[in-house]
């Protein structure tokens, strides 16, 4: 009987959702629309210390950000703390779990000698040793104590784990595994808050997941809460464990945090430079799977169509830079203009240029000039900022070389004579009277554009110059090279 898939991304908010979470949550969505199966979405903010709202809320924009919606939840474990105790209780009660006293100083005490050694520097089942007498005493004086697990003496604990270990390998010696904690300190009075290999085996059990999609840095984990789910008596689920997200030569994390800041690793700082959510997920969706016909650019649906487990590698995953820029700059040239010019729109705000009256039809076209070169959608403001805002500095070499003298205010102002008289004022309009004027002059087209480009945007390149005439108008044109000739100095 097949059972229905049921997925789970289970953030830990502690701060913004990194571009490896993202990766996490995008292969376990990924797998619950592959299969037609359910995709739950679960907080797991038990250690209240680290936690805080604003990175739930920030996770949460990310993922919606993404388009990885989710089917269930968001569950909070915060919320879910007596349930975690009703199942402690049982395992108490089966004798599966006996409360440890030692300190934190005594633990890395006890690390230490077993570091020197080179024994493996597991838990010495100290407590384990306690007659009841001492246990009932030290309760009774409110000894501070942790639950741990106590692992089977010998054996080997099999995880079904389907990619880094394969079924050959995902067997766990229980002796190397060592008593591990399922609570923090506390007291019978104030029993300490559960943590995470319990509380996400209960959850992962109770919520009826099939499949645990994660970050290989977990795969440690994966005996300690195959047997938790043993001891439990629950099914455990199909395990896998996604490869490391390397740049360059080391471990992408979350702590190298925005040290570049052309390359943030939070998914909200990408957006806001203007990564598309599209090209986000098309090269997430590369780190750690492959296409069927290696197909690097694929929609949505073509990847929820391609998607399969099957699919995934062990090896590393290489996080390119180059490789994410030309995705989103690919992504950026394919959308409708009316798309494109919808999400560069914030971004042009921001810059302050001022879009209140301007006609959507003329702002499609002025982003348009740019989709081919914009690989961000923060390039636009700066490439486009000379049709909001009167350019006030010029290019010093192309001041040097297009302002220079007589000759150069000469040619700005037989432009500026053939501009006044072109009907209608568009690109074609305008490219008939240039022509005209070169044939004229016997001046190239590029002696007579130069100054003029100059004149109009700062710069000595720019996108055609007939379109940017157009574009800007023929008043806001003529302004513009007449407001130039002054800068040219006459003998
Ligand atoms: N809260 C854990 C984390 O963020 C979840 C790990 C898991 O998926 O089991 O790493």
Redesign the pocket.
């Known amino acids: 009987m097949s059972t229905k898939v049921k997925t ?5 908010p502690t701060g913004f959702l990194h571009v490896g ?1 993202a990766r ?1 949550a995008l292969f376990n969505w990924l797998y619950a629309r592959a299969s037609g199966g359910t995709f739950l979405l679960r907080i ?1 903010d038990t250690d209240e210390a680290r936690h805080s709202e604003a990175s739930v809320a920030q996770i949460l924009d990310s993922l919606s950000w993404l388009g990885l919606d989710w089917d269930e939840g968001p569950y909070f474990q915060s919320r879910r703390i007596e349930i975690y105790r009703e199942h402690l209780e049982r395992l108490r009660h089966s004798g599966a779990i006996y409360p440890a006293f030692e300190s934190k100083e005594e633990l890395e005490e006890m690390r230490a000698r077993a570091l020197a050694e080179k024994r493996n520097p597991i838990y010495d089942r100290r407590s384990l040793r306690l007659d009841p007498g001492d246990i009932a005493r030290r309760h009774a004086a409110g000894e501070p104590f942790v639950w741990r697990f106590r692992v089977p003496d010998d054996g080997a604990t099999q995880v079904p784990e389907t990619l880094m270990l394969g079924a050959a390998e995902g067997s766990f010696e229980n002796a190397a595994i060592g008593d591990f904690a399922i609570t923090r300190p506390g007291t019978l009075e104030q029993p300490g808050m559960p943590l ?1 290999n319990f509380v ?1 085996t209960v959850d992962d059990a109770l919520m009826g997941i099939t499949h ?1 999609i ?2 290989v840095e ?1 795969l440690s ?1 994966a005996p300690k809460q195959v047997l938790l789910y043993r001891a439990l008596g629950f099914e455990p689920p199909a395990f896998t464990h996604l490869p490391l997200i390397m740049k360059g030569a080391r471990k992408m994390s979350k702590r190298d945090a925005d040290a570049d800041p052309r390359f943030p690793v939070s998914v909200s700082a990408r957006r806001d430079l203007g990564y598309l959510p599209e090209a986000t997920v098309n090269f997430l969706a590369l780190m750690g799977w492959s296409h069927p016909q290696a197909e690097e650019l694929f929609s949505r649906d073509a990847l929820i169509a391609n998607f399969s487990l099957d699919r995934l590698s062990r090896s590393n995953a290489n996080f390119d830079e180059d490789k994410y820029l030309h995705h989103n700059g690919w992504y950026i040239r394919h959308l409708p203009p009316a798309d494109l010019t919808a999400r560069v729109r914030p971004f042009l705000e921001q810059a302050g240029f001022a879009l209140a009256g301007r006609n959507e039809g003329w702002l499609a076209e002025v982003i348009a000039l740019e989709a081919e070169r914009c690989k961000l959608l923060a390039d636009f403001a700066p490439a486009l900022g000379y049709f909001f805002v009167r350019p006030t500095e010029f290019e010093p070499k192309g001041v040097k070389k297009f302002f220079a003298d007589s000759e150069a205010l000469g040619r700005l102002k037989d432009m500026a004579a053939a501009l006044e008289a072109v009907q209608p004022f568009t690109r074609a309009g305008i490219e008939t009277a240039v022509r005209a004027l070169a044939e004229r002059t016997g001046l190239s087209l590029g002696a007579l554009s130069q100054p003029v480009r100059l004149a109009l945007t700062g710069r000595t390149f720019s996108p055609g110059l007939f379109e940017v005439l157009e574009l800007l108008g023929r008043e806001e044109s003529l302004a513009r090279i007449e407001a130039a000739q002054a800068l040219i100095p006459v003998a």
């Open positions: 789970r991304f289970a953030p830990s979470g996490t797991e995470y996400c645990v994660r970050g977990h984990n």
